[in-house]
Nanobody, 125 residues
Framework: QLQLVASGGGSVQSGGSLRLSCAVS????????IGWFRQAPGKEREGVAY????????FYADSVKGRFTVSRSNAEKKAWLQMDNLKPEDTAVYYC??????????????????WGQGTLVTVSE
């Protein structure tokens, strides 16, 4: 079965940077689209970024566009989310997700088949 392990979260000040990693096992990565989602306490889950399984086409939420960058290496079976110029509103648990197909808008979370455990990002003023 596919396993995803997210790591790299932490606490930073506003304007700082973090790089989240998602390590995949149990399958070749080139069969899976990768999405990054986040959820803050009391808030709805939000799609952050998405990268297709082969072409590397990327999509971003408007709230993070220009600040976050998603990437992947199928050979290394890893995906990353580089987060720059972090803001307090970025505080959330971040999840890496995987889906064989994305048939709806990329930010519709229910279509993702596998989820990592999440990693906490805290951004202070």
């Amino acid at each position: 079965q596919l396993q995803l392990v997210a790591s790299g979260g932490g606490s930073v000040q506003s304007g700082g940077s973090l790089r989240l990693s998602c390590a995949v096992s149990g399958s070749t990565l080139d069969t899976w689209h990768i999405g990054w989602f986040r959820q803050a306490p009391g808030k709805e889950r939000e799609g952050v970024a998405y990268i297709t399984k082969s072409s590397g086409t990327t999509f971003y939420a408007d709230s993070v566009k220009g600040r976050f960058t998603v990437s992947r290496s199928n050979a290394e079976k890893k995906a990353w989310l580089q987060m720059d110029n972090l803001k307090p509103e970025d505080t959330a648990v971040y999840y890496c997700t995987a889906s064989r197909t994305v048939v709806a808008e990329w930010y519709w979370d229910a279509q993702y088949e596998h989820w990592g455990q999440g990693t906490l990002v805290t951004v202070s003023e």
